[in-house]
């Protein structure tokens, strides 16, 4: 009998936050998204991605996590204290003005570390963001967030499968500061 070809999953490494800070983002975007329509991220799905990597099989996952425990990894303060709205794709997400040397070296490393598992890298500059909501049905007029500081002291590698409701995400793998 033929094998099952083995099952895909859709995947990106992402800096993923404890409780604490989910709650606190969790806030500042129902305050961000008040009075806008669009479609919110819900509060269990806030994240910063670091690298998107679409459907892998077994094999490129354990070649990405490979990759992903060799980078060296310091713990870092991250501030996010802009909202941007982005019209080319109507979405509006809260960001760092200032990319911490941490989290640049991090990004850039998984970025080219994955090139090894046959991964396309991303052209475009890292920018670290939250997307707090999609679909806005025009440019919100108050731009100006609380800056909330995140210690970031790991990273990890997280599951979404979408479905019609939308993206159900799930942490697989994590990576904590060395
Ligand atoms: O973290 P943000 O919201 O910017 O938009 C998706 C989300 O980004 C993005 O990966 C994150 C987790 O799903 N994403 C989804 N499909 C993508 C694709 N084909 C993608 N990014 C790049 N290419």
């Not at 099952?4 to 983002?25: C, D, H, I, N, Q």
């Not at 329509?37 to 996590?65: I, K, Q, S, W, Y």
């Not at 109507?90 to 989290?103: K, S, V």
């Not at 991964?119 to 670290?128: D, G, I, L, T, V």
């Amino acid at each position: 009998m033929p094998s099952e070809p083995s099952a895909r999953e859709r995947l990106f490494f992402a800096l993923w936050p404890g409780p604490t800070v989910r709650a606190a983002l969790a806030r500042q975007a129902r305050e961000a998204c008040a009075g806008l329509r669009g479609r919110p991220t819900p509060a269990d799905n806030l994240h910063v991605t670091l690298a998107f990597l679409g459907d892998l099989d077994a094999e490129r996952r354990a070649c990405m996590e490979a990759v992903a425990g060799r980078l060296p990894f310091e713990p870092f303060d991250l501030v996010l204290d802009r909202l941007e709205y982005v019209p080319r794709n109507r979405i509006l997400w809260l960001g760092a003005g200032e990319l911490p040397m941490p989290l640049a070296r991090l990004a850039g490393g998984l970025n080219a570390g994955l090139r090894e598992c046959g991964h396309e890298p991303e052209r475009r500059p890292f920018r670290a963001h939250i997307t707090l909501m999609r679909k806005l049905d025009r440019p919100p007029r108050h731009l100006a967030p609380e800056p909330l500081a995140w210690h970031v002291d790991g990273f990890a590698l997280v599951r979404s499968r979408l479905a019609p409701e939308g993206a159900h995400y799930e942490v697989v793998a994590r990576w904590p500061a060395g």
